[in-house]
């Protein structure tokens, strides 16, 4: 019951503008710039902003697995960024915000009904008395596709 208290908890927490963020290297390749070129672009736009530098700043390794900062934008400083630059490179980057919206919109509602399915479940084997080990593979089947939505939301989103 904790367990489902908790998943509840985190899907009821999640939204789409906490969950949809966009890295500079995401952007830099949709825009084909340079990843040093629009981090220097986000410092000259954080500055001007008095954004919190160390609060979007995220450690990552490189290919030559070499420590690298990139930084992490939530929709409005990805979209404050973009409409510097042209048409084409800003409608690129508002497509795939859009796309990254929808996987978070669709996999909350795929984790909701699991949730909800859960509680029904957990309801029904009280009501009907069903036995503690049908019970328990039915919570293990539900709480498996749990966390597999959960994991789900965590690899699409990380850029």
């Not at 030559?64 to 990805?78: A, F, G, V």
Request: net charge positive.
């Amino acid at each position: 019951m904790n367990n489902l208290k908790k998943m509840t908890d985190t899907a009821n927490h999640l939204s789409v503008s906490s969950m949809t963020q966009m890295t500079t290297r995401d952007i830099a390749t949709l825009t084909n710039k340079e990843h040093k070129n629009v981090k220097r672009d986000c410092l000259v736009m954080f500055s001007e902003l008095e954004v919190d530098t160390p609060k979007v700043e995220r450690i990552y390794l490189d290919v030559m697995n070499r420590q690298q900062t990139e930084y992490i934008l939530d929709q409005e400083l990805t979209f404050t960024l973009v409409t510097g630059y042209n048409t084409k490179l800003r409608n690129a980057v508002i497509k795939r915000w859009l796309d990254l919206e929808g996987q978070v919109v669709t996999l909350q509602a795929e984790l909701n009904k699991w949730c909800s399915k859960e509680g029904y479940d957990r309801a029904i084997g009280s009501i009907h008395g069903k036995g503690l080990a049908e019970r328990k593979q039915t919570k293990n089947l539900n709480t498996k596709a749990i966390d597999g939505i959960l994991k789900k939301m965590q690899l699409r989103l990380d850029v």
